[in-house]
């Protein structure tokens, strides 16, 4: 499964940006999705993830409502709506792919064999 990240760039503080993650030529449909990001000089650390299933949401300890995941099964393609952006948000944000099934291990890494190769999100104040 090779995945592909996109949307982000340079944004000022206070504002929304929708990230997007395609899987060209293969359905995610025995997967869920997730996205992780990664602050300069800071480990990588979950946001949230989708089953791509049935939809169903998760998120980590720090979106505080913030972070919005969905996906479309038509266009293959899953989201993540950021809003009321802050500088801290500022990094790299990468989607990955799983076929856990279990919810508990979305939040770690190791959960998914496949990663895309990250977005770059910048926050300005």
């Known amino acids: 499964v090779q995945l592909q990240a996109s949307g982000g760039g340079l944004v000022q503080a206070g504002n929304s940006l929708t990230l997007s993650c395609t899987s060209p030529?293969?359905?995610?449909?025995?997967?869920?999705m997730g996205w992780f990001r990664q602050a300069p000089g800071k480990e990588r650390e979950f946001v949230a993830a989708?089953?791509?299933?049935?939809?169903?949401?998760y998120y980590g300890d720090t979106p505080q409502g913030r972070f919005t995941i969905s996906r479309d099964s038509t266009t293959n393609t899953g989201y993540l709506h950021v809003a009321g952006l802050k500088p801290e948000d500022t990094g790299v944000y990468f989607c990955?792919?799983?076929?856990?099934?279990?919810?508990?291990?979305?939040?770690?890494?190791?959960?998914?064999?496949?990663w895309g190769q990250g977005t770059q999100v910048t926050v300005s104040s």
């Open positions: 989708i089953t791509w299933s049935s939809g169903l949401p």
């Open positions: 990955a792919a799983t076929n856990e099934y279990n919810s508990l291990y979305y939040s770690s890494q190791a959960s998914y064999p496949y």
């Open positions: 030529g293969r359905p995610f449909s025995r997967y869920a």
